[in-house]
């Protein structure tokens, strides 16, 4: 059964950082692209860092430069460092592990800027 446990949000001011993990179980971790998305209230959600079985990164422009999604196979775990936070980088951020029988998704964690 795979299951997806992201971790790191909170309450941070503009320009702080965070950084969040994502603990995956059933399997198979390294032979996986993972990915981080995010959904502000009223909107949809939207693509933020994808990181491919072999490391290949891609960006939304929207973080480019101040955000860094990386993984550790051997800890089964991805992250994202965030950096410089602006108040549009407030929403739930989830993370999406890609395998052939479909996506599966974490139940999302709170990451709030504000002053």
């Known amino acids: 059964q795979v299951q997806l446990v992201e971790s790191g949000g909170g309450l941070v001011q503009p320009g702080g950082s965070l950084r969040l993990s994502c603990t995956a179980s059933g399997g198979f971790f390294s032979a996986y692209d993972m990915g981080w998305y995010r959904q502000a209230p009223g909107k949809q959600r939207e693509l933020v860092a994808t990181?491919?079985?072999?490391?290949?990164?891609l960006y939304a422009d929207s973080v480019k430069g101040r955000f860094t999604i990386s993984r550790d196979n051997a800890r089964v775990t991805l992250y994202l460092q965030m950096s410089s936070l602006k108040f549009e980088d407030t929403a739930v951020y989830y993370c999406?592990?890609?395998?052939?029988?479909?996506?599966?998704w974490g139940q999302g964690t709170q990451v709030t800027v504000s002053s």
């Open positions: 990181i491919t079985n072999d490391g290949d990164t």
């Open positions: 999406k592990q890609v395998r052939g029988s479909g996506d599966y």
